[in-house]
């Protein structure tokens, strides 16, 4: 059962314009959510997180939204530059406990 | 302040053996989790470690264990070694393991099982 799921597999985005990663869970447990990118063959690097009692977190070009009544949550990054082209996951704790569930990942890559 | 280290970065085992991965924390986090990677099933929990003792586990067989010691680096062991195992082994930090903390990766121990 897959509790966090990140649907698109791949993004394309031009330089310079935004980028929108999505992220979808189940478990109405999570409070704790958290943006990683990751490039290949090194660890996830964190990048930003938004606890369940916030809607918006920003920091610098990344911005985090989360929509709990839909168990939606979305990265922005604006504006896109070629460094940002990597794998983006999306991971999840519930409270209590220290476990990261994360989602599949997508590759964002960046087009000059 | 220095990363997460993990040690080695890379291993190649034959069916059979055992391995054990190296993990030491940054410096003054207590909290030390292991994950594996692999392309068909993501990045998936092995097990969480505070103060020496096991506080979580994740749905894998007793051929994975792990340890931490006093200084708060860790150790994971898998034995018997099948060619499943071959993954990227992540290990990662935080202060306390509270739940609304982050946690920071290590860069990966990549095993390959022949």
């Known amino acids: 059962d897959q509790q966090v799921k990140q649907n698109s597999p791949s993004l394309s985005v031009q330089e310079g314009r935004i980028s929108i990663l999505n992220c979808d869970y189940t478990n109405s447990m999570f409070d704790y959510f958290l943006w990683y990118k990751k490039y290949p063959a090194e660890g996830p690097t964190f990048l930003i997180s938004i606890s369940s009692i916030k809607d918006k977190n920003e920091d610098g070009r990344f911005t985090v939204f989360l929509n709990k009544s839909a168990k939606h949550l979305s990265l922005h990054i604006v504006p896109s530059q070629p460094g940002d082209s990597a794998v983006y996951f999306c991971?999840?704790?519930?409270?209590?406990?220290?476990?990261?569930?994360f989602g599949q990942g997508t590759r964002l890559t960046i087009n000059p | 302040k220095a990363g997460v280290t993990q040690t080695p970065r890379y291993l190649i085992k034959t069916r059979g053996q055992q391995v054990t991965l190296s993990c030491s924390p940054i410096s003054g986090h207590r909290s030390v989790s292991w994950y594996q990677q692999t392309p068909g099933q993501g990045l998936q929990f092995l097990f969480e470690?505070?103060?020496?003792?096991?506080?979580n586990k994740g749905n894998f067989p007793g051929r994975f264990s792990g340890r931490q010691f006093s200084n708060s680096r860790s150790e994971m062991n898998v034995s018997t070694l099948e060619l499943g195992d071959s993954a990227l082994y992540l290990c990662?930090?935080?202060?306390?393991?509270?739940?609304?903390?982050?946690?920071?990766f290590g860069p990966g121990t990549r095993l390959l099982v022949l």
């Open positions: 990662a930090s935080s202060q306390t393991g509270k739940a609304r903390e982050t946690q920071y």
């Open positions: 991971a999840a704790k519930s409270q209590g406990a220290q476990k990261l569930v």
């Open positions: 470690y505070f103060s020496e003792t096991q506080r």
